[in-house]
Each structure stands twice: as structure tokens, then as C-alpha cells.
């Protein structure tokens, strides 16, 4: 399922009348919000990054893992309230979890770097755990494989909440 986000708010978008100011009266009728230009200007080049990470997040968790929280926590041991809380911007994904994301769902290795870049920063052959997580993308490891990796260089318990 690709869902064309962009494209939809940009639908929805054009749809609402801009006057600048909120109209509380009409917004409590409709039991609706309203944007305003400004609002809508306050979004930060990271915010942007980190919505398109959480969208991107989303495609890959009903793509690989048929949009089952028991199928994703098998495959990754991510838990069912940490993806939700993810997917609806309470909590950002950690690079930690992140990797763990990748390596169970077996996504490719462009792609995993495209989600590392929309969460901090691209992988970096010259950082040891982005290496380890290359190279377990490359090698197909498991998620056991990875987690003795990461522990063996890196002394990190990947598998801790």
C-alpha cells in the first residue's frame, strides 16, 4: 500500500480558506481546527524530516510486516505502544530501535539509510554501529545475529527497552 501523503495534505490544504486568524466560533460549529498561514510557516526543516520518517515508518510496517504489531514485535522486538507511539509523534524513533526496525523487517540497505538520514543522520561506515547495521542489512543477519554484533563491538544490550 503506498499512501501519497504529500499530495493529500496538499489536497486538504487548498481546501481550507486562509484568513490568518482562527475562527473560534465557526471551529467549535464544526468541530474542526483551522491552520494559519503562519502556523503553517512554523514547521522546521527537522519537524518536515521527522514526518516524513514517521510516514515512511508507516508504508514499511504494512509493506513488510502486513500492518501486524505481533508479525513487527516478532520480527524486530519492537512492542505494539512503542510503533504506535512512533507512528503519532508522541515519541521519536531512536537510532537504537531504529536499526532493530530495519534488520527484522529485512529492509534494503538504501532505504535503511534513508531512514537514518530522516532520523539524525545517514549511516556512517566509519561509526561502528552504523557499520555493523550495514553490513547485517547486506548479509541478511537476523535479529539475534545483529544483537550479539552490536554487543560483541560495540558493548550495547540492543535488546533492552
Known amino acids: 500500500m503506498n499512501i ?53 515508518l508507516a508504508s514499511l510496517f504494512h509493506e513488510k510486516a502486513d500492518g501486524s504489531y505481533s508479525k513487527l514485535e516478532a520480527d524486530t522486538y519492537i512492542r505494539q505502544n512503542t510503533m504506535q507511539t512512533w507512528l503519532s509523534g508522541k515519541r521519536k524513533a531512536g537510532r537504537e530501535k531504529l536499526a532493530l526496525f530495519v534488520i527484522g523487517l529485512k529492509v534494503d540497505l538504501e532505504t535503511a539509510d534513508e531512514l537514518f538520514s530522516l532520523q539524525s543522520h545517514p549511516l556512517n561506515m566509519n561509526n561502528r554501529f552504523d557499520y555493523i547495521v550495514a553490513c547485517a542489512l547486506k548479509d541478511g543477519d537476523d535479529k539475534e545475529q545483529f544483537g550479539d554484533d552490536i554487543m560483541g563491538y560495540c558493548n550495547i544490550d540492543i535488546f533492552k527497552n
Open 4 to 56: 501519497d501523503f504529500e499530495n493529500l495534505i496538499k489536497a486538504n490544504a487548498m481546501s481550507v480558506p486562509f484568513n490568518g486568524i482562527i475562527d473560534d466560533i465557526s471551529c467549535a460549529k464544526e468541530n474542526a481546527a483551522r491552520v494559519s498561514k503562519a502556523d503553517m510557516l512554523s514547521i522546521s526543516e527537522d519537524d518536515e524530516k521527522y514526518i516524513k520518517l514517521r510516514q515512511k
